[in-house]
């Protein structure tokens, strides 16, 4: 197939040749950065937390008198016990998708010239990783004796032996056993004994998935700064029953607080409502891609079909000179190829744009660049789909057209 008669026809239909490649362009950049973004938020929804999200739930009080706290603690621990089906409940300082307690930087060395890692911190009382199902992986759980008591206003012990997960062990100490490591965050002082497969941070963000587990926990008493989060823990089929019971007793257990109803839920719920946007928006970008490229689909239809139409003559007199059906297919699959490859590379050009755009903007993360490659190869096969119909009914057209036009 010769490319410069088809090169030549197209200088003929200059505006209508920009414009179906401009659409294409701006198909093929809105397909490479809305896939990209789906799969993104995909990976978030998938995000592991580590525990048995099925048989969790939190409840959440506030309005309480922090120098009660002792008193508050001893009563809705043996309050919400005592619901029936509940299995175990402990006090902790947040729960993944839950509202975030502490989040801070560490260091490798107490002067703190060696940078760690920004991290999240949970406090949990004796039993909580049991009661949460985190795995080990490596080292031991905290023993009686690890529990230590907070004093007032303090964060943590001054010094902890404390559960990270392995992903901030990878980070932190690449290759090597991170049992026995020390780190510091401010003044205060941990010691690693043990690391557990997956604990997720209690408020994803995209601004670093890599991070999602950079979770330290760490064994203290209940007391202090750890009150007003209650970890429940019972069997999955009994959980929203337990959960509808413990929410009800709250009023009575201690009256004098106030119940966070937006964050007393089972974990699974918690989950659910943390991805309700990503969910709703991965939906909206399937619907402007499935949109755009019908769009585009249909004007390269419409283009073609106009073509096919326009040029019927001078197919007629191909045919009468000898071109066979297979030709006149491959000269409009051919020309549509060249269209939409001009259009890809204007769009692979726009795709990198707003990706720089949306980077700067909304902090999304760099535009993977075999995204490029696989879009480009979907529309060509669009609009080798797309041109199909009408490039047969040129073939279709009989050498006689030419005759009676003639």
Known sequence: ??????????????????????????????????????????SAMNLHSGVDEDSLGAIVVTGFDPRQVNDLNARMLAGLGAIPGVESVHAISSV??????????????????????????????????????????????????????LQDHEFFPPSSRVLITRALAEKLWPGENPLGKQFWSAKWQFRVIGVVANLSVSQYTENG???????????????????????????????????TRARAAVARIAPDVVLDHANSHTISFLRARFFQTDRAMTGLLVGVI?????????????????????????????????????????????????????????GIVLAIGINLALMKWFE?????????PVGAVVLWLLGQLAVLAPALRAAAVPPVVATRSV
Not at 12 to 35: D, G, Q, R, S
Not at 211 to 240: H, M, N, S
Not at 364 to 372: E, F, K, M, T
Request: with cysteine; glycine share 10%; net charge positive.
């Open 1 to 42: 197939m010769q490319i410069q008669p088809i090169l030549a026809a197209l200088k003929h239909h200059k505006l209508a040749t920009f414009l179906i490649a401009m659409e294409i362009a701006l198909a093929c950049a809105v397909l490479c950065n809305a896939v990209f973004l789906i799969a993104t938020r995909m």
């Open 96 to 149: 993944p998708f839950g509202p975030q307690w502490g989040v801070s930087g560490m260091t490798l060395d107490q002067a703190g010239k060696q940078p760690g890692a920004v991290v999240e911190f949970y406090l949990g009382d004796p039993g909580t990783p049991k009661a949460l199902g985190l795995k080990l992986v490596a080292g031991h759980m905290p023993a009686a004796d690890d529990y230590q008591p």
């Open 209 to 243: 998935e890599h991070g999602a587990e950079w979770c330290v926990f760490v064994p203290v008493q209940a007391g202090g700064q750890l009150a007003g989060t209650y970890l429940i823990r019972a069997k999955p089929r009994d959980l929203e029953r337990v959960m």
């Open 290 to 346: 499935v949109a755009l490229l019908g769009v585009t689909a249909f004007g390269i239809v419409g283009l073609a079909s106009f073509w096919v139409a326009q040029r019927r003559k001078q197919i007629g007199i191909r045919r009468a000179l000898g071109a066979t059906r297979a030709d006149i297919l491959r000269y409009f699959q051919t020309e549509n190829f060249l269209i939409v490859t001009f259009g890809i590379v204007l």
């Open 364 to 372: 999304v993360s760099r535009l993977p660049l075999w995204y490029l």
